[in-house]
């Protein structure tokens, strides 16, 4: 058979009880899930495995469960509703051991879907977008099935790869899944200047995907000499990188490169990474690698929460029991930025829902994880400012969290949770 087949016999390889990694994120290879779901009366039991995906998700309709399970390592939101409906399951991994879970046979691969830039003079691919676990994957895959397209950036480390350890190619010419930056709000403003105010110059960054992170990189503009070890990045990056803001000229690891696992942004960040050898793609072992992390001096750690109690307990990947995303790589970078010389751990929410709940609670709800602890725990931020935790007493943390909380909610937070801790009686959130 030859090499390159199309998308429909590609997936006649996977056979019934197979699992099947997924390259994530704006990488997603649909082409390829999309034919393989159309294979659903042929197959049992395959489990499709994967952290966030961009995407439809045609494997995860309830309606195919005899077909094909979903087993999410990091939840979004083309998969949530397999949880309820019974056709998906999550597990929990940090971000920096997945791709050892492969390699170690603890989660074995019978195949891996894949989407690749097309060969160079050399033979040589690469992953463009999201290296993430791919790589492991490959590695460890019985079967290699790529998505060959010309509109995948060419990115370099991890990234490159071969085109002998790839089974089978499918020629298709499809665009990368794209974000475009959502507006900023006058709170995420706020937030972003309170983040922006406790990062020095010569601070390495490291932050996700959203409005947040991006109001912060507004209030950047000032600093100098910035470096990025980061997860993934998005579109604000790009002018300071381009200003020279970030320059990654005081980092400790890959020095004068710009670090990351994965990216999702507009077609302009594509672009700007295509060919860009300011941008180094590692495997999420190494990017994630928290001894790894704490060697850049002043790292700054840049992450999201669910609901934060007033102790500093950060749930990030539940809703109560109901499972939201997942652990991802926060403690990660949590930790990695706690150990760092003059590094900071910051957690950044808007203090309530949209539909005016407090995000900042005097506990967590039932079931809720516990991502990071509050042992952890060091700079808590919402619009009405930063409650520093670390060092500080359950009682100082209380003071200074319900601070921080919407005015409408502080009085509440406050009796609420002194009333629980004294009496001993379990407490219900108000909804």
Known sequence: MSKFISPENA??????????YVQAAAATPSVLTSALANRSAELRNVEICHLHTEGAAPYANPELAESFHVNSFFIGKNVRHTLAAGNGSYTPVFLSELPNMFRKKTIPLDAAFIHVSPPDAHGYCSLGISVEATLAAVENAGVVIAQLNPKMPRTFGDAIIHSSEIDYFCEVETEIHSHEMPPISETENRIGRYIASLIDDKSTLQMGIGSIPNAALENLKNHKDLGLHTEM???GIIDLIESGVINCKYKGISKGKALATFLIGSQRLYDFVDGNPFIEMRESSFVNDTSRIRKNPKMVAINSAIEVDITGQVCADSIGAKMYSGVGGQMDFVRGASLSDGGKAIIALPSTTKTGQSRIVPFLKEGA????????????????GIAELYGKTLRQRADAMVRIAHKDHQEWIDKAYYEMISSGKRFYLPT
């Open 11 to 20: 997936v006649k390889i996977i056979q019934s009880n197979w699992r099947v």
């Open 233 to 235: 990045f998005s579109d």
């Open 369 to 384: 994880g516990v991502v990071t602890t509050r042992a952890h725990a060091q700079y808590i931020i919402t619009e009405n």
